[in-house]
């Protein structure tokens, strides 16, 4: 199913995972909860996510209206993210995902060879 059918649906989960669904989409709108950022250093701050997953995942929240990117007209050119309100209202969202968590996580048991 394509990700803009996922959009169509009539059930509110399946559209939300439309728009939330890849497991870097999360990851983004929670590192930008407090903050600009520019695309570097949201590649730094973000560990294992690929350059090009990046850009495809910032184009597609902002297409959703979750983030904004601001171009500043200058040498060498300069492009901040930051939330849009409509991002700022799912904050409370991923502290309570990051805060389950920290509740019931478990260290993996130690490998045995």
Do not use: H
Request: hydrophobic share 40%; glycine share 4%.
């Amino acid at each position: 199913m394509k990700r803009t059918d996922f959009k169509n649906c009539s059930c509110a989960m399946q559209r939300s995972m439309g728009i939330l669904g890849t497991r870097w989409k999360p990851i983004i709108i929670y590192t930008l909860r407090d903050r600009k950022a520019r695309f570097g250093q949201l590649d730094a701050l973000i560990e294992n996510i690929s350059r090009k997953v990046l850009t495809s995942s910032l184009k597609e929240l902002e297409e959703d209206g979750i983030i904004l990117r601001e171009e500043f007209k200058e040498l060498p050119p300069r492009v901040e993210y930051a939330l849009t309100e409509k991002g700022k209202a799912l904050i409370p969202i991923m502290c309570q995902l990051a805060k389950w968590n920290e509740e019931y996580y478990e260290e993996p048991a130690p490998l045995i060879l």
